[in-house]
């Protein structure tokens, strides 16, 4: 026997309310235990070449000069460092600082010296405290 002759089909639907709320509950738990990373940076002044011409009589402060070859050999205040670690680099940092607190660091390198010979000096400068970096450029006659 059938019962249901006389009633009408209810036509099937979909309710959308109840997919937002799931998709708005997991999108907050997303947000909520996402972790962002700080990465450590420098905080560096990178070089401009200008035609200007700079006065030699202006003070400046107190600096290491790190002179690095295109072979990746390092120089300290004029001073050869012998050994190209890390942790060699931080320590001859710390000897050539003596007692400043935060002296500048002024990066000299060879055009052809490898990113990697740079980055050392940079990651060393970190790990001994140092955060003021800059770098020398040449300006070329006509630009």
């Given at each position: 026997m059938n019962f249901q002759r006389g009633r009408p089909k209810e036509e099937p639907e979909i309710n959308l309310v109840p997919m937002i709320d799931v998709l708005l509950v997991i999108l907050i738990f997303l947000v909520v235990t996402t972790t962002y990373s700080k990465f450590a940076e420098l905080e560096i002044t990178l070089p401009e070449a200008s035609d200007q011409e700079i006065d030699q009589n202006m003070e400046r402060p107190e600096a290491i000069d790190i002179t690095v070859t295109a072979i990746g050999e390092?120089?300290?205040?004029?001073?050869?460092?012998?050994?190209?670690?890390?942790?060699?680099?931080?320590?001859?940092?710390?000897?050539?600082?003596?007692?400043?607190?935060?002296?500048?660091?002024?990066?000299?390198?060879?055009?052809?010296?490898?990113?990697?010979?740079?980055?050392?000096?940079?990651?060393?400068?970190?790990?001994?405290?140092?955060?003021?970096?800059?770098?020398?450029?040449?300006?070329?006659?006509?630009n």
């Open positions: 390092y120089t300290i205040n004029s001073v050869p460092v012998k050994s190209a670690s890390i942790e060699y680099l931080r320590d001859a940092l710390h000897s050539a600082a003596k007692e400043q607190e935060d002296p500048l660091i002024v990066i000299s390198g060879d055009e052809n010296a490898s990113y990697q010979s740079v980055i050392k000096i940079m990651e060393a400068a970190r790990l001994a405290g140092y955060n003021k970096i800059t770098f020398v450029t040449e300006v070329k006659p006509g």
